[in-house]
């Protein structure tokens, strides 16, 4: 079993930024596809941005160019940075990790106003 928990969510102006955390627990981390996905009010949850366990990255056309997601290895965790956020950007923001099975951490909620 795998637990992840994020971090690093908070309330922040239009045009700032903020950097999410995903730290995973076990020894398989390096092993895993790692993902953040959000899921706003009233809609469905969708992808925002996936890097695989060599490093490739994908990510959502709404956030290309302002989102970038990473991982360290070493401390079991993947990042979100992200920055120029809009209010549509507000929404809870969820970390999955997968290799053969999925997990999903708690969710961490992200506010973007003025």
């Known amino acids: 079993q795998v637990q992840l928990v994020e971090s690093g969510g908070g309330l922040v102006q239009p045009g700032g930024s903020l950097r999410l955390s995903c730290a995973a627990s076990g020894s398989a981390f390096r092993l895993f596809r790692m993902a953040w996905y959000r899921q706003a009010p009233g809609k469905q949850r969708e992808l925002v941005a996936v890097?695989?366990?060599?490093?490739?990255?994908n990510y959502a056309d709404s956030v290309k160019g302002r989102f970038t997601i990473s991982r360290d290895n070493a401390k079991n965790t993947a990042y979100l940075q992200m920055n120029s956020l809009k209010p549509e950007d507000t929404a809870v923001y969820y970390c999955?990790?997968?290799?053969?099975?999925?997990?999903w951490g708690q969710g961490t909620q992200v506010t973007v106003s003025s």
């Open positions: 999955n990790a997968a290799y053969g099975a999925g997990y």
């Open positions: 890097i695989s366990n060599e490093g490739s990255t």
